[in-house]
């Protein structure tokens, strides 16, 4: 019914019959257009998997340096333990006792003891 309104009121049909040359046109930029979309689809994919990569080598590398850094954490504590160890050995009482230069003592020659009484014993 619209190609027959077309006719009546002098306008264009809406429903023309395309030439060959419009058709060869069409399918043109059709082909055109299908290969800009897989270009773009290409390159979307390359850009993707660049980002990818990109992604695992420093997810890769910081697992590295974390793994580093656990080891020199664990050596750190291991050095803490032995300087610990170290340090509580210089300053034992047997150490300070044994070096008398040290601290300008002088050794005992004769021990007293005191007496105690009944008195002081209750």
């Known amino acids: 019914m619209g190609r027959y309104f077309a006719l009546s009121m002098n306008l264009p049909a809406q429903h023309q019959r395309y ?7 069409t399918t ?3 082909i055109l257009l299908n290969n800009r979309t897989g270009v773009f689809v290409f390159v979307a994919l390359c850009l993707m998997l660049l980002t ?3 992604q695992i080598n420093s997810f890769s590398t910081k697992g590295y340096e974390i793994k580093s850094l656990e080891k020199k954490i664990t050596s750190l ?7 610990q160890i170290q340090s509580a ?5 047997q150490r300070i ?5 040290i601290i300008n003592m002088v050794p005992v020659s004769t ?3 005191i007496q105690t009484t009944a008195l002081s014993e209750r």
């Not at 030439?19 to 046109?25: C, D, F, I, M």
């Not at 504590?77 to 300087?83: D, R, S, T, V």
């Not at 006792?97 to 230069?101: C, L, V």
């Open 28 to 30: 043109k930029n059709n």
């Open 19 to 25: 030439s060959r040359e419009s058709r060869v046109k």
């Open 77 to 83: 504590k291991e050095e803490q333990k032995a300087l």
């Open 111 to 113: 021990i007293t003891y």
């Open 52 to 54: 990818y990569i990109v």
């Open 97 to 101: 006792q044994g070096d008398t230069s």
């Open 89 to 93: 050995e210089l300053q034992s009482f």
